[in-house]
């Protein structure tokens, strides 16, 4: 099958997902679209919103219409490394066996990331960059596709831990998931008081995943669409000579490289799962935000005169 067939295929699986996913999750359209994109793209995504807006629900339909392996891990203050990778123990023969925790798995939930201490969060970062893990001086790679999907809520910040930057970094989208509409919420509402149970159905399997992911990989980028997302990423950067005075007046610190890679790999999906063969600045500008308002530090100016991170992207696109 060429490379052309391939896409138009994905784009048919692509819409069936959606249609199973819609069947339990009521709205948030850019969300399941943003979430598909970075598995698509073997990347990682961190779900932000308030409690109840189904973000647990959504990651555990998706793995369900995927026919993927799911672990959820709720990180809590106590939660020790050893309790997400696995450990050492001995045997009946006296000997060292290494016994897998939760986080062997195709689709991990970390529930509430940011309640776990720095070192327990620390356990991730081979994990979601190697997709392999280190224990008792061993090397132990991860089932694939491997994919974590990170929960966070935005307002309750007593008792938690901050995600330091080199861990943010790893996540290739920071996706914002907002309340429903007033239609949407009675959906709803209608839904999740009855008893209507719905079965879904497996609409890829892990096999498929990995080879739309390389098949992402292989599509054409032209040199302008290139040259616009490095550019975008250099605005980002106070000391570039692509930074515009509003970089210079609320911006402390810009996007890495990791941002170029990820706007060129997200563009490259956007337009495979539209049904384009190749992706245009449209492309880029369309997973711009959820790449870069997790990469980018705001000054104290910026949030004195209620710049947001969103509307700072904005202006530099």
Not at 226 to 244: I, N, W
Request: glycine fraction near 6%; include cysteine; charged fraction near 20%.
């Amino acid at each position: 099958m060429s490379d052309k067939e391939s896409i138009d295929q994905l784009v048919a699986h692509y819409n069936a997902l959606k249609n199973e996913i819609h069947q339990v999750i009521v709205g948030q359209d850019d969300v399941v679209d943003q979430v598909l994109i970075s598995i698509f793209s073997k990347g990682h995504c961190l779900l932000v919103g308030v409690p109840g807006l189904a973000k647990t629900l959504l990651v555990n339909t998706i793995a369900q219409t995927l026919g993927l392996t799911f672990n959820r891990i709720q990180f809590t203050p106590d939660l020790m490394p050893s309790d997400i990778i696995g450990a050492e123990i001995l045997d009946e023969q006296r000997q060292f066996k290494f016994i897998k925790g939760p986080l062997f798995s195709n689709i991990i939930l970390a529930d509430e990331i940011n309640r776990t201490p720095p070192k327990t969060q620390s356990a991730l970062l081979e994990a979601m960059q190697e997709r392999a893990v280190t224990a008792g001086g061993k090397n132990y790679v991860l089932p694939s596709p491997f994919f974590v999907l990170a929960t966070q809520n935005p307002i309750e910040q007593e008792g938690t831990y901050p995600l330091p930057e080199a861990q943010l970094d790893r996540f290739m989208f920071n996706v914002w998931v907002d309340y429903p509409s007033y239609v949407e919420e009675l959906a709803i509402v209608k839904s999740t008081t009855s008893n209507q149970e719905v079965k879904l159905n497996h609409v890829l399997n892990g096999e498929q995943i990995t080879q739309y992911q390389d098949l992402i990989r292989r599509i054409p980028v032209a040199d302008n669409v290139l040259e616009y997302a490095v550019k975008l990423v250099g605005k980002t950067r106070k000391d570039s000579e692509f930074a515009p005075q509003l970089t210079k007046d609320f911006i402390s610190w810009g996007a890495g490289p990791r941002a170029s890679q990820n706007l060129i790999i997200g563009a490259k999906c956007h337009a495979a799962l539209n049904g384009k063969y190749s992706p245009d600045i449209d492309d880029v500008k369309a997973v711009a935000k959820p790449i870069l308002r997790h990469r980018i530090v705001r000054n104290y100016r910026a949030e004195a005169e209620g710049y947001s991170m969103d509307r700072l992207i904005e202006e530099l696109l």
